[in-house]
């Protein structure tokens, strides 16, 4: 299309005008008119006469440009990431009609930018005119400064990424490159998220950039050789990155999907794809495969503590439910309204299409469905139809959650707590506690069991045991005499310290403190009765010969609580006097 585009516009300059006044503009495409002209009339109220005569002169452009080079869009909604790319095209190949000079990579991005603008506007109001997806993308930032030359607080350079080149510079340096990366992203929009396209855009762009300054003679695709990949790949580790230069996974990543990009020209048959793949499977670097980050036993209890406590309605709901469900953020903010139901005697969750592409239901602990009956009726109805979202009644956000989660981890005394740990943390602690790897899968809303077993190399129950096992068998033969005697004193000072339990004894240091040896006997809970008054008069003595004052008040209610309950005793204390 591109070519084709371009050729017609030749043709057009040379014979007569290609895009004509705003008369025959509107002839041609009468319903793009009449909504560019409804919206330099907004734009009126609010900007200067010289703003809105430089966004009308761009609009008018450009919506003579597209009447001209496809007659069949007569309408906003029927542009396209391919009217946009010749445009931007077009205007580096072809000098300004008053100047005579060449529009520059600034004057370029600003008119793209004021198209970016005018969809964004017609998307927003809805407007039956707008069109699905807003055809321009997203301009990346620039940082003016260079890398690492502003001050934070601490007075450590802050980190700045080195800027990289817009399409606009790249269609100047080689149109062709340009017109087919840009061609390309058009096409794998149609099936991939807004994600994937922009991290393809980033990866493309980051290498036409490279492409076009060290081989200013490399003017299309198809010239693409060995030695630019070689070259590239020198230039990714050494770019700066937030800890020295980029990660492995930065490299892998760009040339992944440089990689993608080569191929897919190639299987399409596109007539600037390159003879063969330039880039090799050996080029990537292999990748790691680290454990999730979780929160132990301790720190997550401490975590949910907080928690329980938290005042904010919409924060403890938000946290609870990352907690307690396994979702991710974007599923969180995905949520209806009435994506609670029940079945039967229990409440279930339905968790939006999210990462996979799949969607599914988790049970709802009964605790979650009070917090959302109470969220409902403390947030009053919704006119988005979402469960949560912002104060501006968009979606909830991926950074307005993690800021939800530090809250509460600030306040728990939780250093570095991000949302996606809570998913790992609850997966770690079902596995720990017998849940099988399907039932795990089904509630995280994994694919592949292989996703799920990575949780099981966190603790593998079978490892420990026989390590441990060989361990002991290992020291029992190698014991001397006065390891033997040293060994005994370890034992009276563990048979001094053990604390009883309701079914046997604590042997935890006394220094290393512990808040869950009554952690059931302070629950709310918690029920006994006169046939367990043995055993809680000994835990009650065994506390007191330990000096634990605390348990020892602890015992001593629940035996009174006991004593009060039975009517003998109760008579007992009546008749006193």
């Given at each position: 299309?591109s070519a084709?585009?371009?050729?017609?516009?030749?043709?057009?300059?040379?014979?007569r005008?290609?895009?004509?006044?705003?008369?025959?503009?509107?002839?041609?495409?009468?319903?793009?008119?009449?909504?560019?002209?409804?919206?330099?009339?907004?734009?009126?109220?609010t900007?200067?006469?010289?703003?809105?005569?430089?966004?009308?002169?761009?609009?008018?452009?450009?919506?003579?440009?597209?009447?001209?080079?496809?007659?069949?869009?007569?309408?906003?909604?029927?542009?396209?990431?391919?009217?946009?790319?010749?445009?931007?095209?077009?205007?580096?190949?072809?000098?300004?009609?008053?100047?005579?000079?060449?529009?520059?990579?600034?004057?370029?991005?600003?008119?793209?930018?004021?198209?970016?603008?005018?969809?964004?506007?017609?998307?927003?109001?809805?407007?039956?005119?707008?069109?699905?997806?807003?055809?321009?993308?997203?301009?990346?930032?620039?940082?003016?400064?260079?890398?690492?030359?502003?001050i934070?607080?601490?007075?450590?350079?802050?980190?700045?990424?080195?800027?990289?080149?817009?399409?606009?510079?790249?269609?100047?340096?080689?149109?062709?490159?340009?017109?087919?990366?840009?061609?390309?992203?058009?096409?794998?929009?149609?099936?991939?998220?807004?994600?994937?396209?922009?991290?393809?855009?980033?990866?493309?762009?980051?290498?036409?950039?490279?492409?076009?300054?060290?081989?200013?003679?490399?003017v299309?695709?198809?010239?693409?050789?060995r030695?630019?990949?070689?070259?590239?790949?020198?230039?990714?580790?050494?770019?700066?990155?937030?800890?020295?230069?980029?990660?492995?996974?930065?490299?892998?990543?760009?040339?992944?999907?440089?990689?993608?990009?080569?191929?897919?020209?190639?299987?399409?048959?596109?007539?600037?794809?390159?003879?063969?793949?330039?880039?090799?499977?050996?080029?990537?670097?292999?990748?790691?495969?680290?454990?999730?980050?979780f929160?132990?036993?301790?720190?997550?209890?401490?975590?949910?503590?907080?928690?329980?406590?938290?005042?904010?309605?919409?924060?403890?709901?938000?946290?609870?439910?990352?907690?307690?469900?396994?979702?991710?953020?974007?599923?969180?903010?995905?949520?209806?309204?009435?994506?609670?139901?029940?079945?039967?005697?229990?409440?279930?969750?339905?968790?939006?299409?999210?990462?996979?592409?799949?969607?599914?239901?988790?049970?709802?602990?009964?605790?979650?469905?009070?917090?959302?009956?109470?969220?409902?009726?403390?947030?009053?109805p919704?006119?988005?139809?979402?469960?949560?979202?912002?104060?501006?009644?968009?979606?909830?956000?991926?950074?307005?959650?993690?800021?939800?989660?530090?809250?509460?981890?600030?306040?728990?005394?939780?250093?570095?707590?991000?949302?996606?740990?809570?998913?790992?943390?609850?997966?770690?602690?079902?596995?720990?506690r017998?849940?099988?790897?399907?039932a795990?899968?089904?509630?995280?809303?994994?694919?592949?069991?292989?996703?799920?077993?990575?949780?099981?190399?966190?603790?593998?129950?079978?490892?420990?045991?026989?390590?441990?096992?060989?361990?002991?068998?290992?020291?029992?033969?190698?014991?001397?005499?006065?390891?033997?005697?040293?060994?005994?004193?370890?034992?009276?000072?563990?048979?001094?310290?053990?604390?009883?339990?309701?079914?046997?004894?604590?042997?935890?240091?006394?220094?290393?403190?512990?808040?869950?040896?009554?952690?059931?006997?302070?629950?709310?809970?918690?029920?006994?009765?006169?046939?367990?008054?043995?055993?809680?008069?000994?835990?009650r003595?065994?506390?007191?010969?330990?000096?634990?004052?605390?348990?020892?008040?602890?015992?001593?209610?629940?035996?009174?609580?006991?004593?009060?309950?039975?009517?003998?005793?109760?008579?007992?204390?009546?008749?006193?006097?």
């Amino acid at each position: 299309m591109s070519a084709t585009s371009t050729a017609r516009v030749v043709v057009a300059d040379n014979g007569r005008p290609t895009i004509g006044d705003w008369e025959q503009i509107t002839a041609r495409a009468p319903r793009l008119a009449a909504t560019v002209d409804a919206y330099l009339d907004e734009l009126a109220a609010t900007r200067s006469p010289a703003t809105v005569h430089a966004v009308s002169a761009t609009l008018r452009q450009f919506a003579g440009y597209v009447s001209v080079v496809d007659p069949h869009c007569t309408t906003a909604a029927g542009i396209t990431g391919h009217h946009v790319g010749d445009y931007c095209l077009w205007l580096a190949l072809h000098p300004d009609r008053r100047t005579r000079r060449t529009i520059t990579a600034g004057g370029i991005d600003r008119r793209i930018g004021e198209l970016r603008r005018f969809f964004e506007h017609l998307s927003e109001r809805r407007d039956a005119d707008a069109p699905v997806l807003v055809p321009v993308p997203a301009r990346p930032r620039r940082s003016r400064a260079p890398a690492r030359d502003v001050i934070d607080g601490t007075g450590a350079p802050a980190f700045r990424p080195a800027a990289i080149a817009s399409w606009g510079e790249i269609a100047q340096r080689a149109p062709q490159v340009a017109a087919t990366m840009t061609a390309y992203l058009d096409q794998i929009e149609v099936s991939s998220r807004p994600s994937t396209v922009e991290c393809a855009g980033l990866a493309l762009r980051q290498f036409a950039d490279h492409l076009t300054v060290t081989d200013p003679a490399c003017v299309s695709v198809a010239a693409v050789e060995r030695h630019h990949i070689e070259s590239f790949k020198l230039a990714l580790a050494a770019r700066p990155g937030r800890r020295g230069t980029a990660s492995t996974q930065t490299i892998r990543h760009r040339l992944g999907m440089l990689r993608t990009f080569f191929e897919r020209l190639i299987d399409w048959d596109d007539p600037h794809a390159p003879r063969r793949v330039p880039v090799l499977a050996g080029d990537i670097p292999k990748a790691d495969e680290p454990l999730p980050k979780f929160l132990d036993d301790p720190t997550a209890a401490k975590f949910m503590a907080a928690l329980a406590v938290e005042p904010n309605k919409r924060r403890r709901l938000i946290v609870e439910l990352l907690a307690r469900t396994g979702m991710r953020v974007g599923e969180l903010g995905g949520l209806r309204d009435d994506a609670m139901y029940r079945l039967g005697d229990t409440w279930w969750l339905r968790i939006p299409i999210g990462k996979l592409h799949n969607d599914r239901t988790v049970p709802l602990h009964p605790m979650l469905v009070g917090l959302i009956n109470d969220y409902r009726a403390w947030r009053g109805p919704t006119n988005t139809g979402l469960l949560v979202e912002r104060d501006d009644h968009r979606p909830m956000d991926a950074r307005t959650t993690y800021r939800h989660v530090t809250t509460v981890a600030r306040r728990a005394g939780v250093a570095h707590v991000h949302p996606h740990a809570l998913r790992h943390t609850l997966a770690t602690q079902c596995i720990n506690r017998g849940m099988s790897l399907e039932a795990i899968a089904a509630l995280l809303g994994h694919r592949s069991p292989r996703m799920t077993l990575v949780y099981a190399r966190i603790s593998d129950t079978t490892v420990a045991e026989q390590y441990f096992t060989a361990t002991g068998a290992l020291e029992a033969t190698s014991k001397t005499p006065a390891a033997r005697v040293d060994n005994d004193a370890v034992a009276h000072a563990a048979e001094v310290h053990r604390r009883l339990l309701g079914n046997g004894h604590c042997t935890r240091p006394v220094e290393l403190d512990c808040r869950f040896h009554t952690i059931c006997e302070g629950c709310g809970f918690f029920q006994t009765g006169p046939e367990f008054i043995p055993i809680l008069r000994r835990q009650r003595d065994d506390a007191t010969v330990h000096g634990d004052h605390i348990r020892t008040q602890l015992y001593n209610q629940l035996i009174d609580v006991i004593d009060d309950t039975q009517p003998d005793t109760a008579a007992r204390k009546d008749a006193a006097p």
